[in-house]
């Protein structure tokens, strides 16, 4: 228990500190977040076409501008696997 506790002071810690970014990011870039870092947890990260996809969210360039948007604020990154950049 108290090292899931401490864990949890940590993230709470990072978390704080990183408020600033956060402030930058809209709801829709947060929803597009929240979907990308469930996709990764469960072992199947998105590429950038199936993002696209998420209708459900906003309109391809808009999630296209929002993926742009959370690279530089440092939440997410762009891995290329091999020399296809579609991935």
Same mark, same amino acid.
């Given at each position: 228990?108290? &090292?899931?506790?401490?864990?949890?002071?940590? /993230? @709470?810690?990072?978390?704080? *500190? *990183?408020? &600033?970014?956060?402030? %930058?990011? #809209? @709801?829709?870039?947060? +929803?597009?977040? &929240? %979907?990308?870092?469930?996709?990764?947890? #469960?072992?199947? $990260?998105?590429?950038? =076409? +199936? @993002?696209? %996809?998420?209708?459900?969210?906003? *309109? $391809? @360039?808009?999630?296209?501008?929002?993926? #742009? %948007?959370?690279?530089?604020?440092?939440?997410? #990154? /762009?891995?290329?696997?091999?020399?296809?950049?579609? =991935?």
């Amino acid at each position: 228990m108290t &090292n899931l506790y401490l864990r949890f002071l940590r /993230l @709470a810690k990072a978390l704080d *500190s *990183s408020k &600033n970014c956060l402030k %930058e990011i #809209d @709801a829709t870039a947060i +929803q597009l977040l &929240n %979907e990308v870092a469930v996709m990764h947890f #469960d072992g199947k $990260p998105l590429t950038v =076409t +199936q @993002a696209m %996809e998420l209708h459900n969210i906003a *309109s $391809p @360039a808009t999630i296209h501008r929002k993926l #742009d %948007e959370l690279r530089e604020a440092g939440l997410i #990154d /762009l891995v290329f696997e091999g020399k296809n950049r579609r =991935t």
